[in-house]
């Protein structure tokens, strides 16, 4: 079965401090990962994917993530964080095999001033 | 473009009743799902629709729910017999697939709170 883990309940940064939240899945095919984020009231906007190829992809908000089938990790990161960015993140799978996205539990990110 | 949009944003029963929700996709998206959060989880997949027919329902957790996109774009998540237990946001995706993979988009939600 398909199962994503986000080890990180809560995370709290400073304003321009790096970030990474960590992903890891499990899944028998090969996945497809996704990041999506939710700010409070709101619905869930993707952030960026991976299908294939090169495993470092970039998304939007300038967040990039990495995917390393070795690990079974597709931790998302981003090099300078701003207060708007403070929202809930949530890591998914899905693929070929299953089209349901599986998602993790989520990670809270807060951003200190 | 106009993204996923579900209607009611909020809707408030009581223990028992009957409720509807509802999702229009984005436009020539033919896949549609829908997932069910609770509070401070991940959405948790109920169902898929590949037009018109459900290609897997293995999410509903039981006969009270039902789900059905008629003509292929609209679909209605339906509730008999609410329990408190329903209370969540629920959310619909709708989907494209492109040469690499699915991307699936995500409304609003619909929260609901079963009294």
């Known amino acids: 079965a398909q199962s994503v883990t986000q080890p990180d309940i809560h995370i709290t940064v400073s304003e321009g401090a790096s970030l990474e939240l960590r992903c890891n899945y499990s899944?028998?095919?090969?996945?497809?990962l996704f990041w999506y984020v939710q700010s409070p009231g709101q619905g869930l906007q993707l952030l960026l994917k991976?299908?294939?190829?090169?495993?470092l992809v970039q998304g939007i908000k300038g967040f990039e993530a990495e995917f390393k089938r070795s690990q079974s990790s597709f931790n998302l990161r981003k090099p300078s964080v701003h207060w708007s960015d403070a929202a809930e993140y949530f890591c998914?799978?899905?693929?070929?095999?299953?089209?349901?996205?599986?998602f993790g539990s989520g990670t809270r990110l807060q951003v200190q001033p | 473009g106009a993204g996923v949009s579900q209607t009611p944003s909020n809707k408030v029963t009581e223990k028992g009743k009957y409720v509807e929700l509802r999702c229009d996709p984005i436009?020539?998206?033919?896949?549609l799902y829908w997932y069910r959060q609770s509070l401070g989880q991940g959405p948790e997949f109920l169902i898929y629709?590949?037009?018109?027919?459900?290609?897997?329902d293995s999410g509903l957790p039981n006969d009270r729910f039902f789900a059905v996109r008629p003509e292929g774009s609209v679909s209605t998540l339906k509730i008999q017999r609410t329990e408190r237990g329903d209370s969540a946001v629920y959310l619909c995706?709708?989907?494209?697939?492109?040469?690499?993979?699915?991307?699936?988009?995500f409304g609003p939600g619909t929260r609901l709170l079963v009294l």
């Open positions: 995706a709708s989907s494209r697939t492109d040469r690499v993979g699915e991307t699936q988009y």
């Open positions: 899944y028998g095919a090969t996945p497809y």
């Open positions: 991976y299908f294939s190829g090169d495993t």
């Open positions: 998914a799978v899905g693929g070929t095999g299953r089209r349901a996205l599986t």
């Open positions: 436009s020539g998206h033919t896949a």
């Open positions: 629709f590949q037009g018109t027919g459900a290609a897997d």
